[in-house]
């Protein structure tokens, strides 16, 4: 079930726009994107960035057959691959998180380094900034990473147990957060998302096993679900987004699952994955005569299908959701449907009870 604490001052901006009510209507699976060990596919995704006109840029943590890490390029609506960077870098070994800022420059933390790096649009490295410890400004771990409105980038400092804001150029801007389980205290938390509407800060509170959402001074707002497998509750969720209408995606790793939540912290939905062999899964196939075989006696095709150890979740432009299903190499795409309300066609908000 979900939990949620409201404080009486919920110190939200009292400018900030309400996310619309919606008429939902469900999310359509369109495809999966991604094939394991192919030159231009995903091997170790862990998180993606998606830009203003639908490119996606998908962080790969490559282990072994692989000693480098990677960020593909491709072009989801036509199932195509533009580019990828290819990296070894001893400045920026273990890769965790990517954001993209409006300029084409994408900045990527590092939990071994303790750093971020900054590349540009043809893969070039052209900045750097961060350093171990944990003073103001320091880094230990530095994970979940994400652009506000104001293009300020919040920074989940992991193995420090608190959030980070920071200038695209490494100056500080915020710190809070400390270890703990009580509201507002973090164990490990990993994925970070800014709610564009208020301008609060969702953290995934990985170890804890819940959602919090904060204001910008770190000022605990809600608190959503708990340890378990029900709806609503969580095992490790290490990814969170919030769209456009307000709805919080989450990525439910220990559960195999993503969770959609709508503004108030509602459960709405779930997915489990749907996942279907892609054209390139296809041709793999069909090169492969012993896989051939393999897959002819496999008395079921369902588990392959479904999410294992989803990381991270975005949202394009388009309303499409992109849940980065970490486990099998891929990511899987869904189209959102629903029509935002205006005021007049609904009627007063009413609170429906909360059911133990």
């Given at each position: ?258 969770q959609l939540f709508n503004s108030r912290g509602r459960f709405v939905e779930k997915f489990v994955g749907d996942a279907t062999v892609n054209k390139r899964g296809v041709d793999r196939l069909l090169a492969n005569p012993d896989m051939l075989r393999m897959r002819d ?60």
């Amino acid at each position: 079930m979900t939990q949620t604490q409201e404080p009486p001052d919920t110190k939200t901006s009292p400018a900030a726009a309400e996310p619309p009510v919606l008429l939902r209507i469900g999310h359509v699976y369109e495809r999966s994107l991604g094939a394991i060990m192919s030159p231009t596919g995903f091997y170790g995704p862990l998180d993606m960035a998606v830009g203003p006109d639908g490119m996606l840029f998908v962080l790969n943590r490559a282990t072994t057959p692989f000693d480098y890490w990677r960020v593909t390029k491709c072009l989801p609506q036509d199932d195509e691959y533009v580019d990828e960077f290819n990296y070894r870098e001893e400045e920026q070994p273990w890769p965790v998180g990517i954001a993209l800022d409006s300029n084409g420059l994408f900045y990527i933390t590092d939990d071994s380094a303790d750093n971020v790096c900054v590349y540009d649009m043809d893969g070039k490295r052209v900045g750097k900034w961060g350093e171990a410890g944990d003073a103001l400004g320091q880094l230990s771990a530095p994970a979940g990473i994400r652009l506000d409105e104001d293009e300020n980038l919040w920074i989940v400092d992991s193995a420090n147990h608190r959030v980070q804001q920071f200038t695209r150029d490494g100056d500080v801007l915020r710190t809070w957060g400390q270890f703990g389980s009580e509201p507002g205290q973090f164990n490990f938390p990993w994925g970070i998302s800014p709610d564009p509407f208020s301008g609060d800060v969702f953290v995934a509170d990985w170890r804890n096993d819940r959602v919090q959402r904060l204001t910008r001074d770190g000022e605990v707002i809600q608190v959503i679900g708990r340890k378990g497998t029900e709806d609503g509750e969580f095992n490790h969720p290490s990814g969170v987004t919030v769209d456009k209408y307000g709805d919080i995606y989450v990525a439910d790793q220990g559960n195999n699952r993503v969770q959609l939540f709508n503004s108030r912290g509602r459960f709405v939905e779930k997915f489990v994955g749907d996942a279907t062999v892609n054209k390139r899964g296809v041709d793999r196939l069909l090169a492969n005569p012993d896989m051939l075989r393999m897959r002819d006696n496999v008395p079921s095709m369902e588990p392959e299908k479904r999410f294992k150890k989803p990381t991270s979740v975005a949202v394009g432009p388009d309303d499409r959701v992109y849940m980065v299903d970490s486990g099998r190499f891929r990511v899987q795409v869904y189209q959102k449907q629903c029509i935002a309300l205006d005021p007049d066609q609904v009627g007063p908000q009413i609170e429906s009870p909360v059911i133990d």
